[in-house]
């Protein structure tokens, strides 16, 4: 075998095939990929007995033959290479796949393809055909609703129906069931009807993008497996056996007596409202319909002990009245929000491999202190943030005796599936360092370019010092909300670093030579001069649109007020030009200063966000518990700003903060969570949870390396 193609084309390949490599089976060949020509592609596959995927790589063949090699190192070295043409050669006495780079080359001890199970391949004639758009959204809208619990097999599955011009799609649980069907692009002969397991259908809708291109379905003459076929990728998946109930004779025949249609996101923000009353009456939600009624639609909730709330939506209805009650967790799920998941590490901290889906409610892992709790949350910040709230150094995040790490994550949305990924490096002693790197759908990426795709919230136990703390903190506190979001602020502060670097180096040779290189000190005064104002401006914005629901939560948790919350900036100024000038003017002055200690001491880098209370620092008098409501209501505002900006809750990564925090704070942050929002916690008992979080959370043991 000799082939070549780019590198881009083949990490692709491999990012797909690899969704089928077994990372927990006993027998070895499952952890490989298979490489083959094939019809002058080289052809991906890998198989862990419940899928398997067969992915096609536009090459240049110059030798058929066909090798098993190692999936996980294979992938991580040509994931790490720069793109380009990447060429493949296959020794087949010592059974060796030999990849060159230029300037890099690797040798890849394989196995026999012939001891690789077979994968079928899709035959000429499909049973029917569907857009991927249609099956995207259909997966995305049914197999949410399928049961997690093996004890009832049939409800991890989907039922599809494909009769005549229609494909059906049924999910459900103990509590709820999710229908949708379509047209076929072909019509089907008789009726066929297969359980597809939810997990195998949510990689499909990975797998596809949002055209109205064709995907062929196959089902096998004996019902056991069914094929999903585009012209790049197959995903063969086996069908579950047994009977699903007959979801038909829940569902009221003809004519509807109430009908309604409302905006997806009034509705979503009414229910969301409602819900914060919701908590002490089993999250229960009543919908009261009146046609006649302007607008026709209130949704209530009452707490028996704290009040009630009631929110009016414009809807159009057909029919009689009607009221009706819903658990709010359902009609969120329904409606769609933000979540990630799955995340899988590689390589990680204490984790070999791991890859675990993520329930879209609250999620709480529990273990003992040491079990790796915490890297889980660390894993989603870093992808979401693009630093660690505890690592100085990458090195630090790379398992013990790897040289490589990796995180993934799969972001689920209303309209769109990211699967974001960052590898991280550790090389040997001696070897040049590595910068990361940043996937998206496979893509190679800048950090930045991942902004917006999943935004979180972190409460770790340091930042419950966040007000102490010296200014830096705060700082990158303000950084990271706007950096979730918007990509100029993330590629800014890194042109910033780059450009204190080269400043101060020029400070400090004057500083010694006594004379300053003024032509190369004048560009770099330039640039200190147009990002310090941009940086500034948007932090001096931040702060100023936290102020209220910082006030808001301040009031609502500690009764506390005259709290005030701004930006303590060397200058000040609305506009980038007025900033501009006034950092001019403040070099000048500094000039002398910045020359005899040998460093820059203008620039955003030396501002500060400051809580302060009748004029006074919050800190110099506070105390302890002050201190921490005030950072409590601090998070609480950064949840609420984030959600105006993405237009849905950000995922919430609670890292045993609330042992930090006494039983009626624990209760205020439980209770300030929206009931829509994903929530991530560790715990090391699950007794110590709040009875709101303590009820909706699937609970994770977590062990030494081990999830699950």
């Known amino acids: 075998m000799k082939v070549t193609c780019l590198q881009e084309n083949l990490a692709r390949g491999l990012q797909i095939a690899g969704r089928a490599v077994s990372t927990r089976g006993s027998l070895p060949i499952l952890g490989n990929v298979l490489l083959r020509t094939e019809g002058g592609r080289l052809k991906l596959t890998a198989t862990n007995l419940e899928v398997g995927i067969n992915c096609w790589v536009p090459a240049k063949v110059d030798d058929e033959g066909a090798i098993t090699v190692p999936a996980k190192l294979f992938t991580d070295f040509v994931n790490s290479l720069p793109p380009g043409p990447t060429e493949l050669s296959l020794n087949v006495r010592t059974k060796t796949v030999h990849l060159r780079r230029d300037p890099y080359e690797a040798n890849f001890k394989g196995m026999d393809a012939e001891e690789f199970p077979i994968i079928p391949v899709a035959p000429e004639k499909p049973t029917t055909r569907v857009s991927k758009s249609t099956l995207r959204r259909m997966i995305g809208e049914v197999a949410f609703v399928a049961t997690t619990d093996d004890s009832r097999p049939v409800l991890t599955g989907v039922l599809t129906t494909l009769e005549g011009d229609r494909i059906t799609m049924a999910a459900a649980d103990p509590y709820r069931l999710s229908v949708r069907n379509a047209k076929l692009i072909d019509k089907v002969e008789g009726k066929l009807e297969v359980i597809i397991p939810a997990r195998s259908l949510q990689e499909v809708q990975r797998i596809l993008d949002d055209s109205d291109d064709p995907v062929d379905i196959f089902v096998t003459p004996n019902g056991s497996q069914v094929i999903f076929h585009t012209p790049e990728v197959d995903l063969v998946s086996r069908v579950i056996e047994g009977q699903f109930p007959n979801y038909r004779q829940v569902i009221p025949q003809g004519k509807p007596a109430t009908r309604l249609v409302a905006q997806r996101e009034e509705l979503l923000q009414a229910t ?105 949350l660390e894993a989603i910040h870093l992808i979401a943030r693009g630093d660690s709230p505890r690592a100085r150094d990458d090195t630090e995040m790379v398992r013990w005796g790897a040289t490589t790490a990796r995180v993934r994550t799969e972001v689920d949305r209303a309209e769109d599936h990211r699967r974001i990924e960052t590898l991280l490096f550790a090389p040997p002693e001696g070897e040049r360092r590595r910068p990361r790197r940043y996937l998206l759908d496979g893509a190679a990426k800048r950090s930045e370019d991942a902004a917006g795709e999943l935004v979180v919230v972190a409460f770790f136990p340091e930042d419950v010092e966040l007000l102490g703390a010296a200014p830096s903190a705060r700082r990158r506190f303000m950084d990271a909300m706007l950096g979730q979001i918007d990509r100029a602020h993330r590629r800014e502060m890194r042109e910033l670093q780059h450009v204190l670097e080269q400043r101060n180096a020029l400070l400090r040779v004057a500083r010694e030579e006594l004379e300053l290189p003024e ?120 949840a609420a700003w984030l959600a105006s900006r993405v237009g849905e809750q950000p995922v919430f990564l609670l890292d045993d903060v609330l042992s930090e925090l006494d039983p009626a704070r624990r209760e205020a942050l439980a209770n300030a969570i929206p009931q829509d929002a994903q929530i991530l916690l560790t715990a090391a008992i699950v007794t110590a949870l709040p009875d709101v979080l303590r009820e909706r959370a699937a609970v994770v043991p977590v062990r030494r390396g081990e999830v699950g």
Request: proline share 4%; charged share 25%.
């Open 519 to 638: 032509a190369e000190m004048a560009f770099w005064d330039g640039e200190l001069i147009r990002l310090s104002a941009a940086i500034s401006l948007r932090r001096s914005r931040l702060a100023t649109e936290l102020s209220a629901p910082f006030v808001s939560a301040t009031e609502r948790f500690t009764g506390a007020e005259g709290l005030a919350l701004a930006y303590a900036g060397q200058v000040e100024g609305a506009t980038l030009d007025e900033r501009a000038s006034a950092y001019a003017r403040v070099l000048r002055e500094k000039r002398e200063r910045e020359r005899w200690q040998g460093t820059s001491l203008v620039g955003p880098q030396r501002d500060d966000l400051v809580v302060t209370s009748a004029g006074r620092m919050l800190p110099a008098f506070a105390s302890r518990g002050e201190h921490r409501s005030a950072v409590l209501s601090l998070k609480i505002a950064e």
């Open 272 to 376: 969301r409202l409602a819900s914060l009353f919701a908590r002490d009456s089993a999250n229960m939600l009543r919908f009261q319909v009146n046609p006649a009624d302007h607008p026709p639609l209130v949704i209530s909730a009452n707490a028996a002990e704290v009040g009630d709330q009631t929110a009016k939506v414009e809807a159009t209805v057909e029919g009689q009245n009607t009221t009706i009650a819903f658990n709010s967790r359902f009609i969120y799920d329904a409606l769609g929000s933000l979540t990630a998941s799955e995340v899988a590490l590689e390589d990680f901290r204490s984790y070999a491999q791991v890859e675990l889906p993520l329930a879209r409610g609250a999620t709480t892992f529990v273990g003992p202190n040491g079990a790796g709790k915490t890297n889980l």
